[in-house]
């Protein structure tokens, strides 16, 4: 897809925004499943591509050396149309759901860092998109992109010291002062993507402890709010282009209005649970759930880029007089590499079109996805470093940088084991610990 076709085709945010409003995914007899792209789809994944082979992957080396986020790769982005709310919106509108695990794959083939960098505001725009109201997310998502000659960038804070995998010990309170209509925020949150350099942040606090995860509401931040600062960034093994660190609140205080979905329906929610009754979402886990076909997709796109890097090179590369892949023993691991790939990208795909069609996760099909991917990629990656040999270990070439990257997908939107218990607890019907 050219520029033009992108800003000829793209939704607007007006458009995104009423379609949010009348309605959530399609009904059951939407578009039935089918692995032949549309045209569109098609065209999507060519621009793309574009522009990570063209612009992502010569600057990915040193982005990934200075460990700071790549600003001008972003507006880049934004320029094209990308880096937008608007793209975001129509990767996402696709009824068969495939145009945005399509979209990242081939982004983060290009760099991961910088794939990160630009759809680390993702989380945060989609946690407005899962659980704002119409009002909301029209004021606060274009805010979470900035414009393309002024980009910004959004951050999703839920993990904090002592709630990683347990979301339910997270600490950071959220207090209502009902005569000035404001929340007041305490607490501090880790790891956060684009922490403290984001204009809008979207933190997860407790407004009841007694009640775990099930007291939880999400909050926007607004950009300059007095009472949330950046603490500690955090120095990295791999997506190193992305900027990571902790965010302190404190005595933060936002309108009332940035309680996303607003008091009355997190009223209703916590008196349902009071009463015993299961509550309908869970602010933190219902985002994780949406995203994780997406960070699979990513995770692919670091694998592919592997792959496609090592098979290259062991036609090149030459020793006891033949090139290396004539040995079964490179050529059939090439193999599996595509194998598993390709595997993977299936169960991507599956979840993320059930995801979009409405079907029930019967099996955490979602997490089925995030996990195998993720190990796919770390496997795929340290592969093709062997593959390399003393090349593949150096900073000379580009398959050591994909396997620190590809690590993160094991831990973070729910680690390895964290994706196995859901699992497990899906298949099973019992609690596993
Ligand atoms: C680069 C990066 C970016 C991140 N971005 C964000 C972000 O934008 N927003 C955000 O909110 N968070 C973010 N995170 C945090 C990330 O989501 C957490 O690190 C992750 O959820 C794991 O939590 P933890 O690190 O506390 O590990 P822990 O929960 O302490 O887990 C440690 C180990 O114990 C295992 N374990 C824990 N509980 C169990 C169990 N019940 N059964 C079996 N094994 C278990 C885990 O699988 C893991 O192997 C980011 C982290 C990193 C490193």
């Given at each position: 897809m050219t520029t033009t076709d992108a800003a000829e085709t793209t939704t607007t945010a007006d458009e995104i925004v009423a379609e949010a409003a009348g309605g959530s995914a399609p009904a059951n007899d939407g578009p039935s499943f089918t692995l032949e792209l549309t045209q569109d789809q098609k065209d999507i994944r060519e621009w793309v591509h574009g522009f990570a082979e063209g612009v992502v992957r010569p600057a990915a080396e040193e982005w990934d050396e200075r460990e700071e986020t790549p600003w001008p790769v972003i507006q880049e982005a934004a320029k094209i149309g990308l880096y937008s709310f608007e793209a975001l919106g129509q990767f996402w509108a696709d009824?068969?759901?495939l145009t945005l695990p399509i979209a990242n794959e081939e982004l983060f083939w290009g760099d991961a860092g910088i794939g990160m960098a630009i759809m680390g505001t993702s989380l945060a725009v989609a946690a407005i998109f899962g659980q704002g109201t119409p009002e909301q997310m029209g004021e606060w998502i274009p805010q979470c992109f900035g414009s393309a000659d002024d980009p910004k960038v959004a951050a999703f804070c839920a993990s904090e010291p002592d709630a990683?995998?347990?979301?339910?010990?997270?600490?950071?309170s959220a207090k209502y002062d009902e005569a000035a209509d404001e929340w007041v925020i305490n607490g501090q949150k880790a790891w956060a993507t684009n922490g403290g350099i984001a204009d809008v942040h979207v933190v997860i606090a407790s407004v009841?402890?007694?009640?775990?995860?099930?007291g939880h509401a999400a909050f926007v931040i607004p950009p300059g709010t007095k009472g949330c600062e950046q603490g500690a960034k955090v120095k990295k093994?791999?997506?190193?282009a992305s900027h990571t660190a902790d965010v302190h609140l404190d005595e933060c205080r936002v309108p009332g209005a940035c309680l996303l979905g607003g008091k009355e329906k997190l009223d209703e929610r916590l008196a349902r649970v009071r009463e015993g009754k299961r509550s309908k979402s869970q602010a933190a886990m219902q985002t994780f759930e949406a995203s994780r076909p997406t960070v699979g997709a990513q995770a692919l796109g670091i694998a592919r880029a592997a792959y496609e890097y090592a098979l290259e090179y062991a036609k090149e590369r030459r020793q006891f007089g033949k090139a290396?892949?004539?040995?079964q023993a490179i050529a059939f691991t090439l193999a599996d590499m595509k194998l598993e790939i390709d595997a993977a990208r299936l169960l991507v795909w599956r979840a993320a079109w059930m995801g979009r069609t409405g079907q029930k996760f019967e099996n955490a099909e979602g997490s089925m996805s995030k996990l195998k991917a993720g190990e796919v990629a770390v496997w795929a990656t340290e592969r093709a470093i062997q593959i390399l040999g003393g090349n593949g270990y150096?900073?000379?070439?580009?398959v050591e940088r994909m396997h620190r990257d590809a690590k993160i997908y094991t831990i973070f939107e729910g680690t390895s084991e964290i994706q196995r218990l859901v699992i497990s607890r899906s298949i099973s019907g019992v609690h596993v610990k």
């Open positions: 009824e068969t759901g990683g995998s347990d979301v339910s010990a997270i600490r950071t009841d402890r007694e009640l775990g995860s099930r093994h791999g997506l190193r290396i892949i004539e040995n150096t900073r000379e070439y580009p």
